[in-house]
T-cell receptor, first 113, second 112 residues
Framework: EPEVTQTPSHQVTQMGQEVILRCVPISNHLYFYWYRQILGQKVEFLVSFYNNEISEKSEIFDDQFSVERPDGSNFTLKIRSTKLEDSAMYFC???????????FGQGTRLTVV | DQQVKQNSPSLSVQEGRISILNCDYTNSMFDYFLWYKKYPAEGPTFLISISSIKDKNEDGRFTVFLNKSAKHLSLHIVPSQPGDSAVYFCAASRGLYEKLTFGTGTRLTIIP
């Protein structure tokens, strides 16, 4: 069964450092998303991406965040200068063009120290 | 922002009995509702969905009911099995490709 793959599974970084979280969505999917879940809280939307541009972003997704689909297969989330409060599980999701449910990756646990 | 609420943080059910998980929403623009199951250290896994034009959708042991007037949906699992023990998230969106707004989750424990 096709799946969304995320790397790394766990990333520890120092406050102020840049991190890039990587995702390989399901190959024929057209819509891409990043969500995050801070420990003990609900899953919250960060950004959606379609046709090589951001279609919607949340208030969380400020200038420190960016997304890119550099080569037609990978979908990356970059945090330029990490803060302690960026520590969370980050989930990538993708959706095909027919409108079925979004498929989620297994997540990247980001720990900012 | 509490647009989607799951008021029961946890639920315990005997194996073989029915599990009923509830979800309420406040945004009348939501048009599409989904249930996801999540194990620790894994991503959410899709279970079942329903659009606002329906009031019921079934898939095997899972049935989702939607009451639009009450802005309430529920997930029924019958019979419940030990492998159903997980956190269940209700999610809603304004359309098929729109962002998902998640509830806080209900931890379901099936007692053998």
């Amino acid at each position: 069964e096709p799946e969304v793959t995320q790397t790394p599974s766990h990333q520890v970084t120092q406050m102020g450092q840049e991190v890039i979280l990587r995702c390989v969505p399901i190959s024929n999917h057209l819509y891409f998303y990043w969500y995050r879940q801070i420990l003990g809280q609900k899953v919250e939307f960060l950004v959606s991406f379609y046709n090589n541009e951001i279609s919607e972003k949340s208030e969380i997704f400020d200038d420190q965040f960016s997304v890119e689909r550099p080569d037609g297969s990978n979908f990356t989330l970059k945090i330029r200068s990490t803060k302690l409060e960026d520590s969370a599980m980050y989930f990538c999701a993708s959706l095909d063009g027919v409108g079925t449910e979004a498929f989620f990756g297994q997540g990247t646990r980001l720990t900012v120290v | 922002d509490q647009q989607v609420k799951q008021n029961s943080p946890s639920l315990s059910v005997q194996e073989g009995r029915i599990s009923i998980l509830n979800c309420d929403y406040t945004n009348s623009m939501f048009d599409y509702f989904l249930w996801y199951k999540k194990y620790p250290a894994e991503g959410p896994t899709f279970l079942i969905s329903i659009s606002s034009i329906k009031d019921k959708n079934e898939d095997g042991r899972f049935t989702v009911f939607l009451n639009k007037s009450a802005k309430h949906l529920s997930l029924h699992i019958v019979p419940s099995q030990p492998g159903d023990s997980a956190v269940y998230f209700c999610a809603a969106s304004r359309g098929l490709y729109e962002k998902l707004t998640f509830g806080t989750g209900t931890r379901l424990t099936i007692i053998p």
